[in-house]
């Protein structure tokens, strides 16, 4: 199983910028992808960005140019950030892990969550 724990979420005002940091551990080495997720109040959660083992990355359109996906992968940490936030970017940020399993229901971890408050 893998672990993730998320770090770097808070308040900041329209414009400015927010660093998220995902700590894996456990079986890192099952890790296919990684990714961010969100969900803001009364949406439904939605990809944001995520990055595979080859370094290839996809973004949502929402966020293209804002923000970049990054993972080092020496320190099994993936970050996001965040540039130019609005505050419709308000929402909780969730790490999300895909791993190599041959069980469908253990293809997925999940972090607890950090919130991201943008004030305008």
């Known amino acids: 199983q893998v672990q993730l724990v998320e770090s770097g979420g808070g308040l900041v005002q329209a414009g400015g910028s927010l660093r998220l940091s995902c700590a894996a551990s456990g079986s890192t080495f099952t890790i296919a992808a990684m990714g961010w997720y969100r969900q803001g109040p009364g949406s439904q959660r939605e990809l944001v960005a995520n990055?595979?083992?080859?370094?290839?990355?996809n973004y949502a359109d929402s966020v293209k140019g804002r923000f970049t996906i990054s993972r080092d992968n020496a320190k099994n940490t993936l970050y996001l950030q965040m540039n130019l936030l609005k505050p419709e970017d308000t929402a909780v940020y969730c790490c999300?892990?895909?791993?190599?399993?041959?069980?469908?229901?253990?293809?997925?971890?999940w972090g607890q969550g950090t919130q991201v408050t943008v004030s305008s």
């Open positions: 999300h892990a895909f791993l190599l399993a041959s069980i469908p229901e253990q293809r997925h971890a």
């Open positions: 990055i595979n083992n080859s370094g290839v990355t």
